[in-house]
Nanobody, 129 residues
Framework: QVQLVESGGGSVQAGGSLKLSCAAS?????????LSWFRQAPGKEREGVAV????????RYADSVKGRFTISQDNAKNTMYLQMNSLKPEDTAMYYC?????????????????????WGQGTQVTVSS
């Protein structure tokens, strides 16, 4: 049985940093094409934040977090991470990790949630001003 378990969420003041982790069991990250982080704020749609393509390590970010967030993976630990710096109140949300397949030609989508087979349970991030 595949499980993704997030950790590292919490409450910080604006300008602070957090590092989220997502550990996988029952599967190997190296076998999943796309590893992503999504977030969902109350009353809003779930949105893709960052993605890494395991084939060549290519990363992409939502414009709202570009330059502040960094996605990475450690195959030896079967864990992926999201380093979040310069946090803003608008980053407040439940953060979810996800693993799935590319939508074609090695392209990992930040929009096509159907392409992600496995999801974590979420970890809350709250940023106060």
């Amino acid at each position: 049985q595949v499980q993704l378990v997030e950790s590292g969420g919490g409450s910080v003041q604006a300008g602070g940093s957090l590092k989220l982790s997502c550990a996988a069991s029952g599967t190997s990250y190296s076998s999943r094409n796309c590893l992503s982080w999504f977030r969902q704020a109350p009353g809003k749609e779930r949105e893709g934040v960052a993605v890494i393509y395991t084939g060549d390590g290519t990363t992409r970010y939502a414009d709202s977090v570009k330059g502040r967030f960094t996605i990475s993976q450690d195959n030896a630990k079967n864990t992926m991470y999201l380093q979040m710096n310069s946090l803003k109140p608008e980053d407040t949300a439940m953060y979810y990790c996800a693993a799935g397949a590319d939508v074609g030609f090695g392209y990992c989508s930040l929009v096509a949630r159907y392409s992600y087979t496995y999801w974590g349970q979420g970890t809350q991030v709250t940023v106060s001003s």
